[in-house]
């Protein structure tokens, strides 16, 4: 298979989960902030008509898009893997839970910040929207190892490569204690060094 990804993006999500569940895949890295041409001469736009990141194209020649989407299907292709619980277990809808509002709120609020048209007026309303954001994981990871307990999964995945924008934006979030232990722990994890070993 292959994964269309943007370093840094939300698509590291999708690879990291890839190293997680241990298949094999090959990484075509798309410059959405450039000509978008792929190595093979192509324009990302003709593969996803979206334009957005990231894709999964499957042996069979299927087409998966979506963050969210992506990484339920790659958990649920390797159950083995325990990065997902049970279709129709209350635990799996705690993680669905937390894949959306990660989508919606967390990654849709930083995601401004990535805008330099951003107007001061409005940059102070988005900073207060993050702030609750981050105040709600914070206190919820007080108590959990991770999102959804003591165990790692899709949803830390994701969390995690949000959380990593703050420092390209050079935003301190030192007060949030529990959000940075949490990223220390999923640091550790050998699907991330492996990810970053793939980049270099």
């Known amino acids: 298979m292959k994964l ?3 370093p840094g993006s939300c698509s ?10 241990g298949t094999d895949f090959e990484l075509v890295k798309v410059n959405l902030f450039g000509d978008r041409v792929l ?37 649920d292709q390797h159950p083995q893997s325990g990065l997902a619980p049970a279709l129709g ?20 609020t930083l995601g401004l910040f990535f805008r330099p048209e ?5 940059k102070k309303m988005v900073s ?14 007080a108590s959990h190892d991770f999102l959804l307990g003591t165990t790692f999964s899709i949803a830390d995945a994701y969390l995690y490569i ?14 949030y204690r529990n959000i940075a232990a949490c990223q220390e722990r999923i640091a550790g994890r050998d699907s991330v060094k492996a990810m970053a070993a793939d980049l270099k």
């Open 162 to 175: 949000i959380i990593t924008w703050t420092t390209m934006l050079k935003m301190d979030i030192s007060q």
């Open 118 to 122: 951003l107007e001061d007026a409005l």
């Open 39 to 75: 190595a093979d001469g192509r324009n990302y736009n003709e593969v996803n008509p979206k334009g957005s990141v990231p894709l999964l194209e499957l042996d069979n020649g299927e087409k998966i898009t979506e963050v969210t989407v992506i990484l339920q299907y790659l958990a």
């Open 128 to 141: 207060e929207r993050l702030a609750h954001r981050l105040a709600y994981i914070d206190k919820h990871l």
């Open 4 to 6: 269309y990804s943007h």
């Open 12 to 21: 590291s999500a999708v690879h990291l989960v890839l190293h997680e569940i």
């Open 89 to 108: 277990s209350m635990e799996r809808v705690r993680l669905q839970e937390w894949l959306s509002y990660l989508n919606s709120d967390l990654h849709m």
